[in-house]
């Protein structure tokens, strides 16, 4: 609804809610986030604290006022798009609109600054991008092909354009939206499958496990490895009993049997990791082994789906304590969001092995694409019963193409000097 459109009362709402907006983003921007009250703000707009909460329910919401129009823009341009225009193309050009926006304000830099800074922003804008996923992979969904794994494919597509659409920095979101929309519309045209032979998976240790050791385990790594375990299995234990927000770190530090400073020494990063006993290193290496020394003749995207087919929530057959960890995460939205933090600190090595297996340039754009893509699917398979399934429907559309890969069919090749057609 325009301004020429609204009622006397109507456009009185909107001009309130725009200078609360405007007073609070200002205060925010000098100050800090943390260092700014509620009251601060409807002090700076002239109006009451209940007038406030009227307009916005939450101090976070006061700095994505504009959460609402983006989800009804993303959803619109989708169910009203002019007939006979591609799902694909609509969401394009939807995301180049907003491109521009942001580079017309002086002050997304500074917005964008504010958000990386501040945790509970940060939480803020992955919840609220995720609730913006569920509605447009809904109008997806019903915008497309009536198959087997519609609804997985849509969630997927939602994700990845959503990527495209957060206002993080870049240096031409213009580039990155036709790289991404081309990938989602076309597939991975698998340029490694043409590129210079690989050494054979001989000339290195398998994919699917780390190196031998040189020899057994002493004593030390034994009981550093005993240590590591009794703390991850108090954490699952106590977080499965009475929840993971209502257990501290000095609880599962005694239920372990040690201190909270060795606690920590085992795992830097906190309480979210405490269920998750990996060594990241050992995980980045594993996806760049497998990109490297997958098997002549097949492509990186089927020696990826084969190595995560193995792992986490894709494995077959897990044991119950095994089921019960990822229960828990499923459930946890902090264990959650650190595992899929866990799977995205690969994205630079992975898109580098990416790039050297398909005779790309160093960081190229589509590879790079494609490694943060396949590296959220052990996230899209938290939101489903069937995480093998998620996986076979996600990797097979990063192979042909959306809705294409629901089908079987691969769509014709756009020409790479033409803008995509999709």
């Known amino acids: 609804m325009t301004e020429a459109t609204m009622g006397r ?27 700014v009250a509620i009251k601060d703000v409807a002090e700076a707009a002239d109006v009451s604290m209940s007038g406030l909460f009227k307009h916005f329910p939450t101090k976070e919401s006061l700095v994505f006022d504009e959460e609402d129009d983006v989800q009804a823009g993303l959803v619109s341009a989708v169910r009203d798009r002019p007939e006979g225009t591609p799902v694909l193309r609509a969401l394009r050009a939807w995301l ?59 969630r997927a597509v939602a994700r ?24 989602l519309a076309h597939g991975w045209p698998a340029p490694e499958l043409h590129a210079a032979p690989h050494p054979p998976p001989c000339a290195a240790p398998s994919s699917s496990a780390p190196p031998s050791p040189a020899r057994p385990p002493g004593l030390r790594e034994r009981k550093k490895a005993a240590t590591r375990q009794a703390i991850t299995e108090a954490a699952v234990e106590l977080f499965t009993a009475r929840g993971y927000d209502n257990v501290g770190v000095r609880e599962i530090a005694e239920a372990a049997g040690t201190s909270i400073a060795t606690l920590f020494t085992y795992f830097p990063d906190g309480k979210a990791s405490l269920v998750f006993p990996g060594d990241r290193g050992d995980h980045i290496a594993a996806l760049v082994r497998t990109v490297r020394f997958r098997r002549p003749g097949q492509s990186v995207l089927a020696a990826l789906r084969d190595h995560m087919a193995g792992r986490g929530p894709f494995a077959a ?20 969001d650190y595992a899929l933090r866990s799977w995205a600190v690969a994205q630079e090595p992975l898109t580098a092995a990416i790039a050297a297996a398909a005779a790309l340039p ?53 020409p790479a000097a033409e803008p995509p057609q999709v």
């Open 9 to 35: 009362r109507e456009r009185k709402k909107a001009r309130t809610r725009q200078a609360i907006a405007d007073a609070a983003m200002e205060l925010f921007l000098e100050r800090g986030f943390d260092q």
């Open 96 to 154: 180049l609109a907003r491109a521009r926006e942001g580079s017309a304000d002086a002050r997304t830099a500074a917005f964008l600054d504010l958000i990386a800074r501040t945790p509970a922003l940060s939480d803020y804008a992955r919840r609220m991008w995720r609730r913006h996923e569920e509605e447009l992979a809904e109008a997806i969904r019903q915008a497309g092909p009536d198959a087997p794994g519609a609804d997985i494919a849509a």
């Open 160 to 183: 990845f354009v959503l990527d495209r659409a957060q206002p993080w920095q870049r240096d031409d979101p213009h580039a990155e939206i036709d790289a991404a929309v081309t990938l």
């Open 317 to 336: 057959n897990p044991t119950p304590d095994e089921q019960r960890v990822l229960d828990l995460i499923r459930a946890t939205p902090e264990l959650r």
């Open 362 to 414: 160093a960081g190229d754009l589509t590879a790079r694409l494609l490694a943060r893509y396949v590296l959220q699917i052990p996230d899209l398979a938290t939101a489903t019963d069937d995480a093998r399934r998620t996986l076979d429907v996600v990797t097979g559309i990063l192979e042909r193409g959306w809705p294409a890969g629901l089908t079987g069919r691969r769509p014709r090749t756009t």
